[in-house]
């Protein structure tokens, strides 16, 4: 099986050889199916709107184009904020991937640490989350987590965010690629972040909003970055980032796009002795939560670095007898803040 690091290897084309060009053949004969059933539910939304509810307040999603994390959370975060700020009950609604029945997902225990007062309702019913979130905790306004490709229920706002790693999927649609749909989608998007744009240079960020316009000429153009704040620990101890700078550490993620987290680790000037990537809102075992420990404790390391997502599912500060840490990343925008607050402001007079 492929973890998400190989499986990218494999449709970017980085992985060359005779196989390598079999498997890619293979999926994209996946893709011409998938892409076409895709096609087909999002004319079906277009042409039937009885089959979209609105639910009596405003809704701002946020979601992506493809597979894998852009920062989603971080934007989550930064909007039920920007709304408390200005005295508005916001209250988060997801499908809550990943998650046992009765219990909550990755996301939203993460968002519950940082945003502890924020209704956080979980249900593949997303419209019934959000009349729940409504009646039962009083949200004045409903933002709703990886909503692009939820169609059912409408929103008065849909921000997508596109990862400068790989905003465009590689140029194919799941399996062959890592779009969730072709880019023509973006047709629907009222704002397009584009996230870690700190990667890309001037004539990059041109190119990438080229692209853009041909399929959302109208979409209001924000860039941003993922700015690490703070490292903290499963008992809720914080540590400023100097404190792993210039050291070694290991480090380890559940992430759909492990590169994302890469590039954060980079940034902190720290040493990455060891690195060890799972699945997409990965569940630990407790022999896994072992074998990192053992890990660790084989590497000459200062500490053991994971996201948040992950620390969330953790109930011990160590690892190995290192101090297990999350960094902290929040949302910063380098263009186009102003914009998207003007777009907000206009639905608080809605």
């Known amino acids: ?19 390598a060009t079999v498997l890619r053949g293979g999926l ?22 009885a089959l979209v509810h609105r639910v009596g307040v405003p809704v701002v999603s946020v979601g992506n184009l493809t597979l894998g994390g852009t920062g989603k959370t971080p934007m989550v975060r930064w909007l039920v904020q920007w709304f408390h700020d200005r005295g508005l009950r916001a209250a988060v609604v997801s499908r809550g991937y990943g998650a046992n029945a009765g219990e909550a ?37 409903i933002v709703l987590d990886d909503g692009f490709q939820h169609r059912r229920i409408a929103r008065d706002l849909d921000i997508v965010l596109l990862d400068a790693l790989e905003p465009f999927g590689f140029g194919h649609v799941f ?23 700190d990667l890309l ?22 860039e941003a970055v993922h700015a690490p704040r703070m490292l903290i620990s499963a008992g809720g101890k914080q540590m400023p980032l100097e404190a792993v700078r210039g050291q070694a550490a290991a480090a380890f993620c559940g992430l759909g796009n492990p590169a994302g987290f890469r590039h954060t680790l980079d940034g902190l000037g720290c040493r990455v002795a060891g690195f060890r990537e799972f699945p997409d809102h990965h569940r630990y075992t407790a022999a896994e939560v072992g074998s990192l420990a053992a890990w660790a404790d084989t590497l000459d390391v200062s500490a053991v670095l994971c996201t948040c997502k992950d620390l969330a599912k953790f109930s011990t ?14 949302m ?19």
């Open 175 to 197: 399996p062959r690629g890592t779009l969730r749909e072709p880019v023509e989608g973006l047709r629907r998007a009222d704002v397009v972040v584009l996230s870690r744009a």
């Open 332 to 350: 910063d925008f380098l263009n186009g803040q102003e914009l998207l607050e003007a777009r907000l402001r206009s639905l608080l007079s809605s």
């Open 1 to 19: 099986m492929f973890n998400p690091t190989a499986f990218r290897n494999l449709v970017s084309g980085q992985r060359r050889g005779i196989w």
């Open 105 to 141: 997902n990755d996301e939203a225990l993460e968002l519950s640490r940082s945003l502890p007062k924020t209704p956080h309702v979980q249900n593949p019913d997303r419209v019934a989350a959000a009349q729940e979130a409504i009646a039962a905790w009083g949200g004045q306004l």
């Open 317 to 330: 500060d160590d690892l190995g007898g290192r101090p297990l840490w999350a960094i902290n990343v929040e």
């Open 201 to 222: 240079g001037t004539a990059g960020r041109e190119d990438f909003w080229r692209t853009v316009r041909l399929h959302a000429p109208a979409a209001t153009c924000v």
């Open 28 to 49: 994209r004969s996946c893709e011409v199916g998938y892409t076409a059933a895709v096609r087909w539910r999002n004319r079906r939304y277009d042409r039937h709107t």
